[in-house]
DNA sequence: CGGCAATGTGTTTTT
DNA sequence: CACATTGCCG
């Protein structure tokens, strides 16, 4: 079972089985190793049957590898242990439930781009301009109330401006659009099952019964709705074993917040407690550079990670010219790593945004090295591709208005915007979808091709449907007319769907169009279907959070780019990029890069930037470096801040981008400064430039 | 209705 | 810079 492998704390995680464990996990602490063997510690000695445990975990990753973990340790037993994101999780509480929550059985999950479109259908409908209303801030407003558990009704309480008013209007038609469509979206997933189980406590019972034993992974980066979710159902039994290290908090822009994890003793009184701080994963030098930069942060509580490695190799800190000079810096080196033996899959390069993932991918290519680049611009966000998926999710849920509205005209059947405006109109004025209020015309040709397709796919394989879809609805054809070298790459990209379509038949035997639609919206990362061997991998350090390489680049390290110039103004959001970085340096067993350019061009602009912080907060005895005094290169941050700058409790101010502001707590270097919603609280150095007195 | 050109706009991270 | 939206014309 591999609890010999275990040291003393690491076991006892494993074996406290009952009752509430916090277990506070260092980056590289075995905290994955952890989570399998007490899953199989659970099953194998306590004997608890393999579908009374639930395990979360945060990314579809890191669901996918635990699950092949369990299962190397245990066999087939562990297929039926219910390992999955909180999403996943969440739509299995609504596919059993869907009828409480007003839904009908086949019932489909709207993208973000496809809430998006409907939230700019809303916006026009009710007459605002969204230049002045930024659609994808009305978005994003619904979505963080959503996840805090705060529905459109009871968002009225929040309303104290003009975006805050329209806000509440746009999110009370679109709750209503969602219903009619009979879609969800993604923050749902997580809202539902808590309303359902708040309205329905003898369905909660059936969940806390049938879960006795809770595992969750990543604790720090839960928010309030996945907080409330695991305290549910976890709430009779208590054996909940939550593992999270706060100084990994990097998702507090999704509402991530690592109070839950800092409460978790008061929520679970006589809550075991256990600290893991060996670390086996990386060298004495990288992870005495992940904690000097840690260590910068106020608003943390100490810690330090020890290893018994060698000290192993500097930090290799090379400054280019330009983005283009840093590539062809990091293939080179790539290129020599490759030459003296290295594993191609134990190298990965890291970056703070998706952009800075062109340059790379260029030198890659050009250098003739193999590689792969995780969830950048998605696969099913293609154009082809959506039009394919919209078919078949009307199809599925003809309801769905959204699938419908992109769909009628593609390929082009001289339906117009009149003509849709019509539908629309007749569809308000009976309360019906726009499927039933089709009856006549060219779009009823259309529904027509719908309900033959319907029909089909009751008899047809999942395969077979897609194949029918291209050939009846035209979209192949239109390609084929077009006689274009990109309409033959979009035809390559559709016959990949397919092929995609039949492989996870194969894998899981039957998949039916409901559970493939499902995956597709929830498992973003088609590279999971390809298979890549021994390819280096190109990933953000957030999508890199849990995995662990022999060698890492870490480029891009300037003022701008990392830390992001976004989070310049606010503490808070300073710290998470620090955190960012020490995740990213963690991931690093052997050796690790900084790499950064002189100069560099992004969005159309050229731009000069002063090297990372970060790099400046590490003890040069750690780095090695191709400029002889890194000292002098280090950026002066109190420049940034006027330190002589005196507030008062309860004194108001403005900042520069959440407004006015009343200070509700101080200490020596740190304001914690009260917004109005939805930027509520908000901690900033004193003195910094953002914020003035009034 | 469909296609094209001009204009404008927003660019952090993910389920 | 890349893309999305708008406006104009056939």
Redesign the pocket.
């Known amino acids: 079972m591999g609890l010999e492998n275990l040291n003393d704390k690491q076991l006892e995680a494993v074996k406290a089985t009952e009752g509430p464990v916090l277990v506070l996990a260092g980056a590289g602490s075995g905290k994955t190793r952890v989570l399998t063997t007490r899953i199989a510690y659970l099953i194998k000695e306590k004997k608890v049957s393999p579908d009374s445990i639930l395990a979360i975990t ?4 890191a669901a996918k590898e635990m699950k092949e973990r369990v299962i190397d340790i245990m066999g087939h037993t562990a297929k039926n242990i219910q390992i999955s ?4 999780f969440g739509l299995l509480i609504l596919k059993e439930n869907y009828e409480k929550l007003g839904y009908k059985r086949n019932f489909t999950i709207l993208d ?1 781009d496809d809430s998006l479109t409907i939230i ?1 259908k809303i916006i026009k409908e009710l007459n605002y301009d ?2 002045i209303y ?1 659609p ?1 801030a009305i978005k994003s407003a619904i979505s963080s109330s959503k996840n805090e558990l705060i529905n459109a009704e009871n968002y009225e309480r929040f309303v104290n401006s003009d975006f805050s008013d329209i806000v509440h209007k746009v999110y009370l038609k679109y709750e209503k659009k969602l219903l009619s469509s009979n879609c969800v979206d ?2 749902d997933l997580l809202t539902a099952p808590v309303t359902l189980f708040r309205n329905y406590p003898e369905i909660l019972k059936e969940y806390q019964e049938r879960y006795k034993y809770i595992l969750i992974d990543e604790y720090q980066d839960t928010n309030e709705a996945q907080y409330v979710l695991t305290k549910l159902v976890s709430a009779k039994y208590k054996n909940i074993c939550v593992v999270g290290d706060v100084d990994q908090t ?2 507090s ?2 509402g991530a917040n690592y109070r839950n994890i800092l409460n978790f003793e008061k929520d679970f009184p006589n809550a075991n407690l256990i600290l893991l701080e060996e670390n086996y994963r990386s060298t004495q030098n990288i992870l005495n550079a992940a904690n000097d930069v840690i260590k910068n942060n106020k608003l943390r509580k100490d810690k330090i990670l020890w290893t018994n490695n060698d000290s192993g190799l500097k930090i290799e800190y090379h400054r280019s010219y330009d983005e283009k000079d840093e590539a062809f810096y990091v293939a080179s080196e790539i290129k020599k790593l490759i030459e003296s033996g290295t594993e191609k899959k134990q190298i990965a390069v890291l970056y ?4 800075q993932s062109r340059a790379i991918e260029e030198a890659m290519l050009k250098e003739n090295i193999p590689y792969k680049i995780v ?1 950048t611009v998605n696969f099913y966000n293609r154009k082809e591709i959506k039009d394919l998926i919209a078919y078949l999710k009307l199809i599925f849920n003809e309801y769905d208005d959204v699938s419908l509205s992109r769909i009628i ?1 593609v390929p ?8 849709v405006e019509n539908i629309i109109r007749k569809a308000n004025d009976k309360s019906i979808s726009m499927y039933d209020a089709i009856d006549s015309g060219k779009e009823l040709e259309f529904k027509k091709l719908i309900m033959e397709l319907k029909k089909e796919s009751e008899s047809l394989s999942l395969t077979e449907l897609v194949e029918k879809v291209l050939e009846k609805t035209g979209i192949r054809q239109e390609l084929l007319n077009e006689k274009t070298i990109e309409a033959e790459l979009r035809i390559e990209n559709l016959e990949e769907f397919k092929t995609i379509a039949k492989n996870s038949e194969e894998e899981m035997g039957v998949i039916s169009l409901e559970d493939f639609l499902n995956n597709i919206t ?1 498992v ?2 088609v590279q999971e279907y390809k298979n890549y061997d021994d390819v280096v991998t190109l990933l ?1 350090i ?2 890199s959070k849990g995995l662990e390489f022999e060698n890492v680049f870490i480029i891009g390290m300037e003022e701008g780019v990392f830390p ?1 110039k ?2 310049y103004s606010n503490m808070e ?1 300073l710290e998470e990029e620090r955190r960012l970085c020490y995740v990213a340096i963690t991931r690093a067993k052997k050796s690790l890069w900084f790499v950064n350019a002189r100069r560099r ?1 992004l ?3 050229e731009s000069c930037n002063p090297p990372s912080r970060f790099i400046s907060e590490i003890n040069d005895e750690y780095i090695n470096s191709n400029i002889s005094d890194i000292n002098s290169l280090k950026v002066n941050i109190d420049s940034l801040v006027d330190e002589n700058q005196e507030y008062q409790f309860g004194e108001k101010i403005t900042h520069e981008t959440f407004g006015l502001g009343i200070i509700v707590e101080m200490d020596k270097s740190v304001l914690t400064i009260a917004f109005p919603h939805p930027h509520g609280i908000k901690k900033i150095l004193k003195g910094h430039k953002s914020i003035r007195k009034v």
């Open positions: 945060f990314t579809n990753k994101t909180f999403h996943s973000s700019k969204p230049k930024n994808n993604f923050d990097i998702f822009w999704r703070r945004t998706n952009a969830g005209n082009k059947r001289g339906i117009g915007l009149k003509t929830l973003s990362d953000t957030h999508s992001h976004n989070s959001e061009t969005y159309g602009i």
